[in-house]
């Protein structure tokens, strides 16, 4: 079955960086886009990015542009989200996903915190 976890998550404080991990299992990695999702308390769930199958087409919302870099390792069947420069409002959950036949699929999420 379609598997994702996401690890990397954390505490970080204003301008700081984290990176985020995607591993993905189940299905042809390398066959499909991929996307990293936000949700922040009383919000609704946001896309954050996306990256295309070979890896070297990749879209942001205007809202992390020029802070956030995706990418992938398809031999290793993983995701990545580097996060830098930080702010607060970037606190939320943030899934990995991927659509199959219409059908989406999400990891569990991993919480990122921004705190002076």
């Known amino acids: 079955q379609v598997q994702l976890v996401e690890s990397g998550g954390g505490l970080v404080q204003p301008g700081g960086s984290l990176r985020l991990s995607c591993a993905a299992s189940?299905?042809?990695?390398?066959?499909?886009?991929m996307n990293w999702y936000r949700q922040a308390p009383e919000k609704k769930r946001e896309l954050v990015a996306t990256i295309h199958s070979a890896g070297m087409n990749k879209n942001y919302a205007d809202s992390v542009k020029g802070r956030f870099t995706i990418s992938r390792d398809n031999v290793k069947n993983m995701m990545y989200l580097q996060m830098d420069n930080l702010k607060f409002e970037d606190t939320a959950v943030y899934y990995c996903?991927?659509?199959?036949?219409?059908?989406?699929?999400w990891g569990q999420g991993t919480q990122v915190t921004v705190s002076s």
């Open positions: 996903n991927v659509a199959i036949a219409n059908n989406n699929y």
């Open positions: 189940g299905f042809t990695f390398s066959s499909y886009r």
